[in-house]
């Protein structure tokens, strides 16, 4: 992940992010007002992005909430930070229909990070204290590489699952559970 500042040396407001032109090569985030690249993910990653959103998806329409992919949520306002969680999902009545034209302002109650070459470790524990900080309930970090689920109820607590094991939504998404495996179906 490349970070910058603005062109001026200072850091970008939210104001200033909603303008950026969208990018062909990057993926664009604002992490305390200083703006983060990261490189288009490869297949391995939007693969298991798919397969966990669809059965999420799923879940979403018999309990309702909205499910999003990729979609920016400001976090924090001042200095400005606007995630972008591969999926996310949000409970019912929590985000106003006419605040899905833009971004989503607040934390999702739970935030999916797949992870790719490019993640370095540092840059994702920052990335998931933000979620928290914001009011986000879980956070699920997904390795394809290793074929692996991190479950955070924290920060600082988590528990990893493998192939093996079954990824259930707890008190976030009660009543989801999927086989880990199914995730990897690739």
Not at 10 to 36: K, N
Not at 67 to 95: C, S, Y
Not at 135 to 143: C, I, K, P, Q, S
Request: glycine letters at 10%.
């Amino acid at each position: 992940m490349a970070t910058s500042r603005s062109e001026a040396g200072r850091l970008t407001t939210l104001e200033e992010f909603e303008r950026l032109p969208e990018e062909d090569e990057h993926l664009l985030e604002l992490s305390r007002g200083i703006l983060v690249r990261e490189p288009r993910p490869r297949a391995s990653h939007g693969t298991a992005v798919m397969l966990l959103g669809r059965h999420i998806a799923t879940w979403a329409l018999e309990h309702g909430g909205i499910v999003t992919a990729g979609t920016g949520f400001v976090l924090e306002a001042d200095p400005a930070t606007v995630r972008g969680p591969d999926i996310a999902w949000v409970r019912p009545g929590q985000t106003p229909l006419r605040a899905l034209e833009g971004f989503i302002h607040g934390a999702p109650d739970l935030a999916v990070e797949v992870l790719s070459p490019s993640n370095r470790a540092g840059e994702v524990r920052e990335k998931i204290a933000q979620y928290f900080e914001a009011g986000t309930a879980a956070v699920w970090l997904v390795d394809p590489k290793t074929r692996t689920v991190e479950v955070f109820r924290s920060p600082r607590e988590s528990r990893v699952l493998h192939a093996s094991d079954t990824l259930d939504g707890g008190s976030v998404l009660p009543g989801f559970a999927i086989a880990v495996l199914e995730i990897f179906r690739f």
